[in-house]
């Protein structure tokens, strides 16, 4: 697949700090907004600052008619917090534009998300989404996945140590995910996160079927084709990297 095209976005200031690079792009995202949308919400300390934004344009009057659909607890909280109108992904009218982070992003604009916890609802709108932005600091580029973030699996609390051995059995080096307190981390649904390192990944794609073949996953964070643009901040300034269309060349 070629490589996304990508442009440099005018950026005034510099910055050095990681999570002012997170609020440069998720702000930039936010540019891509437009009254009467449906937005979605992501999840993570990213996305968390175009929540922030989103719900100041509305306060101010700079945006109207705009509903968000959360893709969390938190991001519902967080949006409500900030006066943002939600509603569920309705079956008449898909997610106009999602803003959503990522734990590790390729060229092609292939991710790996899901370290906030959120991976099955995060995949779930962006797959209603027409278009899903993705919001980073430099950090998070990489050339193959697997690289720099171990990929986080979903998986029933029922019969979780079967899917713990098969993911083993797959090569992968396996360790729950938990809280800061040592309690293991309990998504929205109640299920548990097996955070899976298998290294650079050289056909993400097979790996993706296979775990979706199995049961008792509930969801993989390898989203594969889904990102349609790129928002990249760091010392550079910010650049938006835009996915191909078929047979377009690089």
């Known amino acids: 697949m070629p490589e996304a095209k990508r442009s440099v976005m005018p950026e005034s200031r510099t910055r050095d700090s990681s999570a002012e690079y997170k609020q440069q792009a998720a702000e930039a995202a936010v540019r891509l907004v437009q009254s009467g949308m449906v937005v979605g919400l992501g999840t993570g300390s990213t996305a968390v600052f175009a929540i922030r934004r989103i719900g100041a344009l509305l306060q101010t009057g ?27 992904i309705e079956p008449e009218r898909n997610v106009d534009l999602t803003i959503d982070g990522a734990d590790e992003v390729t060229p092609d604009l292939d991710l790996i998300k899901g370290h906030g916890g959120a991976l099955l609802r995060e995949k779930v709108v962006a797959q209603a989404s027409r278009r899903e932005v993705i919001v980073v600091d430099q950090s998070k580029l990489s050339s193959r996945l697997g690289t720099l973030s171990p990929l986080p699996v979903e998986v029933l609390r029922f019969g979780w140590g079967s899917q713990a051995r098969f993911l083993e059995s797959l090569g992968a080096r396996v360790e729950l995910m938990r809280r800061s307190s040592g309690e293991p ?11 899976c390192n298998f290294g650079p990944l050289p056909v993400p794609a097979e790996l993706a079927a296979r775990l979706a073949a199995r049961a008792g996953i509930v969801e993989h964070g390898l989203f594969l084709g889904l990102a349609t643009d790129l928002i990249v901040a760091g010392p550079g300034g910010i650049e938006q990297w835009k996915r191909p269309t078929s047979g377009t060349p690089s």
């Open 185 to 195: 981390f309990g998504t929205d649904e109640g299920n548990l996160v097996l955070l």
């Open 62 to 88: 700079e945006l109207r008619g705009v509903v968000g659909v959360p893709t969390s607890a938190a991001a519902e909280a967080e949006a409500r917090k900030v006066g943002i109108p939600l509603a569920e």
